[in-house]
C-alpha cells in the first residue's frame, strides 16, 4: 500500500509562486499560469482554447523573430501530432517554466495591451496551433 505524503513547505512555495505571479500583474492581465498540472492549455485572442498533455511534448525552443526592429521573442513547441508557435515580449519566463513542466495555461493578448505591463514582464501577442501532417500523406494519396 503506498501512500502520499503532502509537505507544508511544498504547498508554501506553491503559494508563494501564485502570489508572486499576482503581484506581478496588477493590471488584470495574466498571460500564463502556473501549478501542477499534467496538461498546458493554450487560450488564443478569439477565446479558442486547446489542451495539451506534457507527456507529448518532445521538445521547445527559444528564439528571437525575424523582425529585428522589434524585441519580440518566439516559442515553438513541438508535440507529436501540433507545432505550438508562441510570439510576445520577454518570453524567458514562460519558457523557464515551461522547462520544468509547470505551465498551466498561456493566454494570447492584442498587443495594444503590451503597455499595460512593466517593460521585463512576459506579453503573448499570439499563440498559433497548427496539425502536423504526415510527410507521405501526397504520396499515397497520388
Not at 506581478?24 to 495574466?30: A, E
Amino acid at each position: 500500500m503506498s501512500q502520499t505524503y503532502k509537505f507544508k513547505s511544498l504547498e508554501i512555495a506553491k503559494d508563494d509562486q501564485k502570489n508572486k505571479q499576482a503581484e506581478k500583474d496588477p493590471n488584470g492581465i495574466t498571460v500564463f499560469e502556473i501549478g501542477d498540472t499534467r496538461t498546458i492549455d493554450f487560450i488564443l485572442k478569439d477565446g479558442t482554447r486547446q489542451c495539451f498533455l506534457y507527456s507529448h511534448m518532445l521538445t521547445s525552443w527559444l528564439g528571437k523573430d525575424g523582425n529585428t526592429e522589434k524585441k519580440e521573442r518566439v516559442i515553438k513547441i513541438f508535440f507529436a501530432t501540433h507545432l505550438i508557435t508562441i510570439k510576445g515580449y520577454c518570453l524567458d519566463e514562460i519558457y523557464n517554466t515551461l522547462t520544468t513542466l509547470s505551465v498551466k495555461s498561456i493566454k494570447s493578448h492584442d498587443e495594444r495591451y503590451a503597455d499595460m505591463v512593466a517593460e521585463d514582464q512576459a506579453f503573448v501577442t499570439d499563440i498559433n496551433v497548427s496539425w502536423k501532417k504526415e510527410e507521405n500523406d501526397n504520396v499515397n494519396n497520388s
